[in-house]
């Protein structure tokens, strides 16, 4: 079994930073792709940035030049870090990774639980 646990959420003035960590434990074989989602009251769930276990990254044109997504692959753990938050960046993050548990499997999908960053104004 595959646990995702994101961790590093809280309550940020306008203008600050967080950074948010997600660890993939379990029996894995490898960890192909790792993403951030987000999903804020009201609206639909919304990819934030994504990194392939190679380090190419494509991010969410809202979060272009403020938000860096990063991997440690050793650790299976990806994190985004994130400065000059606004008010619109509070949502509840998700932690989202394809996984390959043995060699003879082919690749899932993993959730994690979600982590609250609310951006006050």
């Known amino acids: 079994q595959v646990q995702l646990v994101e961790s590093g959420g809280g309550l940020v003035q306008a203008g600050g930073s967080l950074r948010l960590s997600c660890l993939a434990s379990?029996?894995?074989?490898?960890?192909?792709?790792m993403a951030w989602y987000r999903q804020a009251p009201g609206k639909q769930c919304e990819p934030v940035a994504a990194?392939?276990?190679?380090?190419?990254?494509n991010y969410a044109d809202s979060v272009k030049g403020r938000f860096t997504i990063s991997r440690d692959n050793a650790k299976n753990t990806v994190y985004l870090q994130m400065n000059s938050l606004k008010p619109e960046d509070t949502a509840v993050y998700y932690c989202?990774?394809?996984?390959?548990?043995?060699?003879?499997?082919?690749?899932?999908?993993?959730w994690g639980q979600g982590t609250q960053v609310t951006v006050s104004s």
């Open positions: 989202n990774a394809d996984v390959i548990l043995d060699f003879t499997s082919d690749s899932r999908a993993y």
């Open positions: 379990g029996t894995i074989f490898k960890v192909n792709t």
């Open positions: 990194i392939t276990s190679g380090g190419t990254t």
